[in-house]
């Protein structure tokens, strides 16, 4: 009688991932035909919530079988009392999981952007160190469907364009060292798949916290979206998110070609060639202007880019336009320039 189908689910898909990270091992650009290269390691970050546990157990199952290393690392934010403690207490899960080498990190968590981006910002910065301490070329992160149909909604309620609601990405970070195994897996598999195999679970106070906008959204705003339109609004959502990218990552290559096409001999921007352009292309090619001239991708929002936008648009002889960083964006005789003011 194989495993329970919970967790055959959760084992499936960390061994699709880790045929890719093995594919790529073994293939990678920069080898020449006398290297052999040695065992990848990969990590996994876990919090001791039951998605992260569950990816856990999964990586440690099916790891060995592909000679691959696995390992694990827990991020103790120090956002309340115990933190510590309970970090302790995931490393030494992770260890009876027979994952090695296992840490965990403690992380002061500023306050830009809010406390659920600080957090996120500082956990990522650890888990980059972490990896590049050991050699782990990837770290796998437990985000569910579940978290991609709020990831959704949440790009949704910003109004800031189909990138932001084409969600969390299968593989992300530098060299694609960040896979999400679970984004087609339900959050109620994973606590499943914890159940039936007697793994210890706990429950981040903070997800049920009505401070953070997420929590909110997971306890009152997707349940009332269940309620009014049906069950399949989380899977929905997710499939959005799926053709949102998509979409995004064809309108970005466009955008990449159509650049060189609307710079005249000197590199300047023409208004004439850009105003030609479907909006959502001349939109990122100026956004990427202004971030290339120093503006920071966090904080240009696309009221920013729209503001731009109107130079070329609906010119009227308005002035320069102020973008973060210090990056200015004026129209001078028929070129748009910007630059750091």
Known sequence: MGPHPAVAAIRLAVRRVLHDILNEHSHPSSETPHE???????LVACSGGADSMALASALAFEAPKLGIR??????????????????????LRLNELGLAPVESVAVRVGRDGGPEAAARD???????AVAARHGAGTVLLGHTRDDQAETVLLGLARGSGIRSLSGMAAVSGADGRYRRPFLHLDRQTARKACMVQSL???DDPH?????????????????ALEKALGKGVVEALARTAQLS???????????????????????????????????????RILRRAAIEAGAPAGSLFARHIEEVDRLITGWRGQGAINLPGKVVAQRQGGRLVIRQG
């Open 122 to 128: 500082a956990r990522y910065a650890a888990l980059d």
């Open 70 to 91: 696995a390992g694990g690392v827990t991020v103790d934010h120090g956002l309340q009392p115990g933190s510590d403690l309970r970090a302790a207490e995931v490393v």
């Open 207 to 223: 997800n049920a916290d009505p401070a953070y906008t997420r929590s909110r959204l997971r306890h009152e705003g997707l349940p």
């Open 200 to 202: 210890p679970v706990w």
């Open 245 to 283: 990218r998509d979409d995004a990552d064809a309108l970005d290559a466009w955008a990449g070609q159509a650049e060189a096409a609307v710079r005249d001999p000197a590199g300047r921007l023409e208004c004439a060639k850009l105003y030609a352009l479907p909006p959502a292309v001349r939109r």
């Open 36 to 42: 052999r290269p040695s065992s990848p390691l990969v």
